[in-house]
Structures are given as structure tokens and as C-alpha cells.
């Protein structure tokens, strides 16, 4: 038998489970590092601003943009030392193959937030693996792994999974992966058709392509 007190009581802890893990933390306030400043990380680094952060940066040329709005850039280790987030938006060239290593993870504080969305191979996945488990890191959020091609744009719910590394990153409850569809907005794929149409005219033209890629353009990144 149970009375009206006891039912009150029973589903204030079950209410309280039910947040139990969810509890998140303001934006503002926080310190972000935000490793490549291109065209995205500017302008990540403007929305952060705006909900009260304080921004850092890292890149080999500093973005004018940035600090007119109070980005103060570091170099790499300072960045990481000082972060509570740490969001990677710089290009895949072997100075940055694995920046996010062994290492680079002991730097960053305890409870640190990794958010990529740039190419898989910038982060060590292995050594990210082990910075949860000791909860060092203490969020993970990805939108691209290294060795997606064959996890990736597929449905394979009905399948067993080869790759160790990658199952024994969706155990865990605070990494979210979006499997490379942080893209996927009808906007973004209309600019992409729209771009791509427009470079192959320019192309038959004879015109310059605005977004073409040289030899010398790939040595400035």
C-alpha cells in the first residue's frame, strides 16, 4: 500500500534520475581555442563571442578579421593549456596530421570539450580514446573520423562493426558523432551546386577561376 506522500516522493527520484548525466554548463564565461582562423573558424569565432566567450586562436597567419572582435591568438600549446573548448577548423597538411596527439591531450585541462569538424586525421583517435576513459577529456564531439570510408553514407544498422576504434568510441555517453552531416542542410548543398556550375563555366571560358587550386596556392596554406 502506498500513500499520496510516497508517490510524490517516488517521482522526485525518479525525475532526479532521469537528469542524472545531463546537466551542461553556459557558454558564456568560458574560454574557447579555436585552431584555424580560415573563413569558418572566423566566423565560429564571431558566434562565440557573442554569447560572452572569450576566444582564442592558433594559425600560421593570423586572420585581421579575429581581432577586431578580441581573438587573442597563441601558439598551440598556450591554446590548449588555457581552453575549456577546444574547436578544430584548420586544413589537413602533415604539420597537422594528428595535432590532437598524446601529448597535445596532457596539455589541455581536465574536462577539456574537443569539438572537429575538419578532417579526421587531425585528431590521434586512440590517444582522444584514452583521454576519455582517464575523463580527462571530458567531452567529444566529431563529425568526421579518419578511416570513415566505409562506416560513413551507409546504412549498416543491421551489420556488425569491424573497426574496434570506432565502436569503442559510441560507448561512450559524452562523445556525439555525426557521421560527416554537419553539412547536410538543403543550403549548403545548393552554394556546393551552385559554385561547382560556376567554376565549370568559368573553366570553358577560358575565365580565372576564383576557386582554383595551384601549386603555389597549396604551398601558401
Known sequence: MTTKGSDVKGQARYERRALDGLLGFDLHGRTVGIVGTGRIGTEVARILTGFGCRVLAHDVVENSDCRTFGVQYLEL???????????????????THHLISREAIARMKPGVMLIKTGRGALVDTRAVIVGLKTEHIGY??????EEEADLFFQNLSDQVLQDDVFTRRLTF?????????????????????????????????????????????????
Open 140 to 145: 567529444v564531439g566529431l563529425d568526421v573520423y
Open 173 to 221: 555517453p559524452n562523445v556525439v558523432i555525426t557521421a560527416h552531416q554537419g553539412f547536410f542542410t538543403e543550403e549548403a548543398l545548393r552554394a556546393i551546386a551552385t559554385t561547382t556550375l560556376a567554376n565549370i563555366t568559368a573553366f570553358e571560358r577560358g575565365d580565372v577561376l576564383v576557386n582554383g587550386v595551384t601549386v603555389d596556392r597549396l604551398a601558401r596554406q
Open 77 to 95: 600549446p598556450a591554446l590548449l593549456e588555457a581552453s575549456d573548448i577546444v574547436s578544430l577548423h584548420c586544413p589537413l597538411v602533415p604539420e
